[in-house]
């Protein structure tokens, strides 16, 4: 029954600023990796940032600079500060995991919250 349950979307505009929220729950050993995708209309799902348990990063070349990934770890909660938001950066954010649930430790998976709609226009 892991889950995970985004948060922060909304509609903001060009140069400013939203930051998403993700927290996985349920029956979980250990959440290995946490990350965020986007999908805009017609456009595949593509990764946005992700974050190891060790704290290291990845970015899209698009959101570097821009973007920053985090997470807590103790709240297996993984975050993304959207910062000098532009119009090309509307789409539904996906936050993903990998994740060990307790009765499977050796065998995680990937999990998928439900979305959130980030509008960035004047």
């Known amino acids: 029954q892991v889950q995970l349950v985004e948060s922060g979307g909304g509609l903001v505009q060009p140069g400013g600023s939203l930051r998403l929220s993700c927290a996985a729950s349920?029956?979980?050993?250990?959440?290995?990796?946490m990350a965020w995708y986007r999908q805009a209309p017609g456009k595949q799902r593509e990764l946005v940032a992700n974050?190891?348990?060790?704290?290291?990063?990845n970015y899209a070349d698009s959101v570097k600079g821009r973007f920053t990934i985090s997470r807590d770890n103790a709240k297996n909660t993984v975050y993304l500060q959207m910062n000098s938001l532009k119009p090309e950066d509307t789409a539904v954010y996906y936050c993903?995991?990998?994740?060990?649930?307790?009765?499977?430790?050796?065998?995680?998976?990937?999990?998928w919250g439900q979305g959130t709609q980030v509008t960035v226009s004047s």
């Open positions: 974050i190891i348990s060790g704290g290291s990063t």
């Open positions: 993903n995991a990998y994740i060990a649930g307790r009765s499977t430790w050796h065998s995680p998976s990937d999990y």
């Open positions: 349920g029956s979980i050993f250990a959440v290995y990796v």
